[in-house]
């Protein structure tokens, strides 16, 4: 208790020291106002009060100021002042400004606000265009805290998150600032310098608060929200908008603001609904006022969030610039509630100075090495926004906490707590050492446990484990072990690995494996067991093939330099062929019947389809993200991917020292993929693939390539441009030359969105086209239709699709239900 009290003491001493200029904000009524600007006038140096209406204004030398205070629908106010000596107290009451359409007439068919939007529309690129460059400061503060949450989710206990949660069940779970320096270059270079990051209650942590992430320009035709958002002022903007005027004021310049109300043409639509303010003439945005819902930002767990922008006029540059942002959020899930504010400051711009792309490289954010090491002294004199009562006590508690729950005697009690074995442990496990930061324990997973199928029968599973972290994740060791037993072949196997994270800049592993297992013959493993189970108990339809595999194998993995990524590996494998040894089943069908273990013949009952053998297989792969964007952080690298380049994956693979010398081999392949937006239209997904065999004539089955094929009808894949979901798993496999192609545009809303109805489903329409070729073959040819989003209120889970299959005229055509919680 004392060690708190000097805490608060010293905290508000040091705020005390450091504020400047400093005070509080109120209304008419004395109520305080949050979120107003607060600038020395005509320069961009400035600040913002916080939730309780206070604020600081940190300025170093004493003279005569004029300090301008705006609030959105409240008249501004310049208030000049003296100052010979700090700290000085600079109290403000605001008045409401008084919003009216005066004389215009506001036609019900064409309100006013139509023609004033057009006009902000046909200027939207030449206003975009004034700012070629810019540096500046900028603050950030993100803050998340739970209103309400259950003691228990899904009879698992919540407990106090950390020490966030009172007694009340709610409290702060997140709480960070970030003080950095940014860049930015027309019409879409941004980097940052973060010189200052801090986590409530993580001494060592870094802020994923970001310039990059909270930069909506509502000069574009959309804002990335989650979804691709389209702007009030968007070229097409008419087709998703209605607007009205709410009225007009006159700011303290004697521009006339016009304030337009936004209102949705559909309910599902990616768009805002809110305000906008409009300068007359100038049609410059002078502020935004908008909110948008979790399902039309495609965030399901998020039931509102609130966008508000401050703009400031620069006389010299003739611009009007972003000087403050706030991003309010509620959500729900599982029976927590919660709200969240993000707000963002920007400060001493300096545009158009001669910045090129030069200036850029992939580096988007990097951090100082000590960033994250700064005290309160420096907090207390550089943050532009005041802590609130509320936030103060959360960094006292949750540093007060982080010193507590990070000592040996503290760590050692918690883990005697949580080694205890208990009845409901016997599925899984975990002796955990805190301090020493390892754990190891077993599990058996529920939905795994029990499987079947025709080769094992019924089989059960587990999984063992141990991990140790070295640097806070960034070295860490890991040892798993999967052991499985087939009741009807009467057969224990096992099979482990034993990983090696060196470091998290290039992150590079190191893998040791080993063991005996039973493998489908496909390496992308097609069919997930779960599903057939189901197939072949209750429909008699056992697609899965396997063959038993003994194995040790050495991979290494390592970014080399930016946006290439090494990968290699070499085993010694012996493979030997499996048989059905059961043919139960719950539904047997008269006329029906398993098929057998071998994939090149399903009447080859006790016919194995390749030698028992053994081999080994050597493979060298890269990827190359093009483009690739990245974090920097003082000791980890975190990349970005960029939507603008395609990712290309190439690949050698070798089978040499065979016991059969015809199951010699070699392959070359390569492939090529993207995924990103249309603007509005949606997000379109490709991927090419292709391929070459050499001494291949004779191989051994399961070095083919298999192409992935789908005889269930259900999956549980996100996108389908990996799979034929039309085509049998092994009829297409190759050892020549192959290519295949997939392609799926996801419209997110944009077509069903405008149908009566229809749009009240928030349903998307999905188009996918997909082709195999190689020779002596036929192309295989598939065509689909799908409904995606498919569910009840956040839980959308499920989607729908109708296929058809060519291959030298109509094959056949299917339903596909995909399941996405999986």
């Known amino acids: 208790m004392q060690k708190q009290l000097l805490s608060i003491l010293f905290l508000v001493f040091t705020t005390l020291v450091s504020a400047q200029i400093k005070g509080n904000i109120t209304d008419q009524n004395n109520e305080p106002l949050p979120f107003v600007n607060i600038l020395i006038e005509n320069t961009y140096k400035g600040t913002t009060s916080n939730d309780d209406g206070y604020y600081e204004l940190n300025i170093s030398t004493p003279k005569a100021y004029t300090i301008v205070f705006s609030y959105l629908g409240y008249k501004t106010v310049k208030q000049e002042v003296n100052i010979t000596k700090f700290p000085y107290?600079?109290?403000?009451?605001?008045?409401?400004?008084?919003?009216?359409?005066?004389?215009?007439?506001?036609?019900s068919e064409n309100d006013p606000a139509n023609d004033i939007m057009r006009q902000a529309i046909v200027n939207r690129e030449a206003n975009l265009a004034k700012i070629e460059s810019f540096r500046a400061d900028f603050y950030s503060?993100?803050?998340?805290?739970?209103?309400?949450?259950?003691?228990?989710?899904?009879?698992?206990?919540?407990?106090?998150?950390?020490?966030?949660?009172?007694?009340?069940?709610?409290?702060?779970?997140?709480?960070?600032?970030?003080?950095s320096k940014i860049q930015f270059l027309n019409p879409d270079k941004l980097k940052e310098k973060i010189t200052a990051s801090k986590v409530s209650g993580d001494s060592n942590g870094f802020s994923f608060n970001s310039a990059l992430d909270v930069d909506y320009n509502f000069y574009k035709n959309t804002i990335s929200l989650g979804n691709e958002i389209i702007s009030p002022i968007a070229n097409n903007a008419f087709g998703y908008y209605k607007y009205k005027l709410e009225g007009m004021f006159y700011d303290d310049r004697g521009n006339l603001i016009n304030k337009i109300k936004v209102i949705p043409k559909r309910k599902n639509d990616p768009v805002f609904s809110g305000f906008i303010y409009i300068i007359e003439d100038q049609w410059d945005i002078y502020a935004v006022e908008l909110d948008i819902s979790g399902p039309q930002a495609k965030i399901p767990m998020v039931d509102i969030i609130s966008l508000q922008q401050s703009f400031s006029y620069s006389e010299t540059n003739d611009i009007w610039a972003v000087i403050s942002q706030s991003m309010d959020l509620k959500y729900a899930l599982f029976g927590i509630e919660g709200e969240g504010r993000f707000t963002a400051v920007y400060s001493n711009y300096e545009f158009n100075a001669g910045l090129t792309r030069k200036d850029f490289t992939r580096e988007i954010v990097s951090y100082e090495k000590e960033a994250n090491k700064?005290?309160?002294?420096?907090?207390?004199a550089i943050r532009p926004v005041p802590l609130t009562s509320e936030e103060r006590t959360d960094y006292i508690k949750k540093d007060s906490i982080q010193t507590l729950r990070e000592s040996k005697p503290y760590l050692d009690s918690i883990d005697a707590v949580r080694?205890?074995?208990?009845?409901?442990n016997v599925f899984g496990y975990t002796y955990q050492n805190s301090h020493k930061d390892y754990r190891l324990g077993f599990n058996i997973p529920i939905l795994s446990t029990v499987q079947f199928n025709t080769v094992q029968g019924y089989t059960v599973n587990a999984n063992v484990f141990y991990s140790k972290n070295y640097d806070d994740y960034n070295r860490y060791f890991r040892v798993n072990g999967d052991i499985q037993y087939g009741f009807?072949?009467?057969?224990?196997?096992?099979?482990?690995?034993?990983?090696?994270?060196?470091?998290?800049?290039?992150?590079?592993f190191l893998m040791l494996s080993g063991g005996i297992s039973a493998e489908q013959f496909s390496p992308f493993k097609p069919i997930k067991p779960i599903i057939n189970s189901v197939s072949t108990l209750f429909f008699e339809d056992n697609y899965i093939k396997l063959y038993d595999k003994s194995f040790v194998a050495l991979n290494y993995s390592e970014e080399l330099f930016n946006g290439f990524r090494l990968y290699a590996g070499m085993s010694y494998e012996r493979r030997k062929a499996l048989f059905?040894?059961?043919?139960?089943?719950?539904?047997?069908?008269?006329?029906?019947?398993?098929t057998s273990n071998n994939p090149l013949n399903e009447t080859a009952f006790g016919i194995a389809p390749f030698q028992t053998h053994n081999i080994i297989k050597g493979n060298i792969d890269a990827r190359i993200n093009f483009g690739q964007e990245y974090l920097s952080y003082p000791d980890a690298k975190y990349n970005v991917s960029n939507d603008d380049y395609p990712t290309l994956y190439l690949g050698y693979e070798t089978g040499f020292g065979a016991t059969n010398n015809d199951y010699n081999f070699g392959q070359i392949k390569a492939s090529f993929t993207q995924s990103f937006n249309i603007k509005d239209k949606g997000r379109l997904v490709y991927n090419l693939k292709g391929g070459t065999f050499y001494n291949a004539e004779n191989i051994a089955f399961m070095?083919?390539?298999?192409?992935?094929?789908?005889?269930?009808?259900?999956?549980?894949?996100?996108?389908?441009?990996?799979?034929?979901n039309n085509l049998d798993y092994y009829s297409a496999s190759t050892n020549d030359t192959y290519f295949e192609g997939h392609i799926e545009h996801d419209f997110n809303g944009f077509?069903?969105?405008?149908?009566?109805l229809l749009n009240k489903l928030n349903f998307n329409l999905v188009l996918g086209a997909h082709v195999l070729a190689k020779p002596d073959f036929k192309p295989y040819q598939e065509y689909s239709i799908g409904l995606d989003n498919i569910g009840w209120g956040k839980w959308k889970f499920l989607r729908v699709d109708y296929l058809r299959s060519y291959q030298n005229g109509f094959q056949s055509d299917a339903v596909v239900f995909g399941l996405k919680f999986f």
């Open 374 to 380: 700064k005290d309160s002294l420096f907090w207390n």
């Open 580 to 594: 059905n040894t059961t043919d139960q089943t719950f539904f047997n069908e008269e006329n029906d019947a398993y």
């Open 419 to 424: 080694n205890k074995f208990k009845i409901g």
């Open 89 to 107: 107290q600079l109290d403000m009451s605001l008045v409401e400004e008084s919003v009216s359409l005066n004389e215009v007439v506001v036609d």
């Open 488 to 508: 009807s072949d009467d057969r224990l196997r096992a099979q482990g690995s034993l990983t090696y994270k060196f470091n998290s800049i290039s992150n590079s």
């Open 703 to 724: 070095d083919y390539q298999h192409f992935n094929g789908n005889l269930t009808h259900v999956s549980t894949e996100g996108n389908y441009t990996n799979v034929f």
């Open 141 to 179: 503060r993100g803050l998340l805290k739970i209103v309400d949450a259950p003691e228990k989710i899904m009879g698992q206990d919540v407990g106090d998150l950390g020490g966030a949660l009172d007694s009340t069940r709610s409290g702060i779970i997140y709480l960070s600032e970030t003080i």
């Open 751 to 756: 077509l069903l969105g405008k149908l009566p």
